[in-house]
């Protein structure tokens, strides 16, 4: 129930202030269980990285969500990448997406050299019980719940992926001033 009340908006957040590079270090051992011997985990974080206003239960549902996914997508093995980054007003047009207003935004990538999402799954990745999965293997629940968890802490998800080449989650949260 809380999967369909994240992506209908209408869940109850506790937002703090937070430093992102605190609460996603604090996220490698809960992600140890799925970082096998096949694959390699990175991170790097920038210096001066902004604060955000987030619900960091949520926001560590979301990170769980998107490395998951990403640790199913190497079943040969590869790399899963977490980065963070601001992104200056100036610099958020370059990065193609609309409609991502001019603002100051703390950027978090998560990104996989996986077997990559088709471009037609693409279209359909936040919908609702859409899944890749074979049955029995995913409800469809949770891209569709991180993007409605993303939105109430009033930011921006977007994929980008390539067949064969990985997959790359870049999300956008507004920078707490």
């Known amino acids: 129930i ?3 009340l994240a992506f209908s908006r209408r869940q109850t ?16 051992f809960l992600l140890k269980p ?3 011997e096949r694959i390699t985990f990175r991170s790097h974080h920038a210096r001066d990285l902004g604060l955000v206003r987030i619900d960091r239960s949520e926001f560590h549902r979301v990170i769980m969500n998107l490395a998951v996914n990403a640790c199913d997508a190497m079943q040969s093995g590869g790399t899963l990448m977490v980065t963070t980054k601001n992104v ?5 047009a370059g990065y193609g997406y609309d409609p991502i207003p001019k ?6 990538e998560v990104a996989d050299t996986g077997a ?8 359909s990745i936040f919908d609702p019980f859409f899944t890749t999965k074979p049955t029995g293997k995913g409800t469809g629940l ?8 993303i939105k109430q802490m009033e930011g921006f998800i977007y994929c ?18």
């Open 2 to 4: 809380s999967q369909l």
């Open 13 to 28: 957040m506790r937002r703090q202030v937070t430093q992102l590079t605190e609460t996603l270090d604090e996220m490698r």
């Open 34 to 36: 799925y970082i096998t």
């Open 88 to 92: 200056a007003p100036e610099d958020v």
């Open 103 to 108: 603002a100051d935004w703390v950027m978090i």
């Open 116 to 123: 990559g999402i088709s471009k037609a799954d693409q279209e």
């Open 142 to 149: 949770g891209l569709s719940t991180v993007y409605g968890i």
């Open 160 to 177: 980008q992926s390539e067949l064969g080449k990985g997959t790359t989650f870049r999300i956008f949260l507004p920078r707490y001033h």
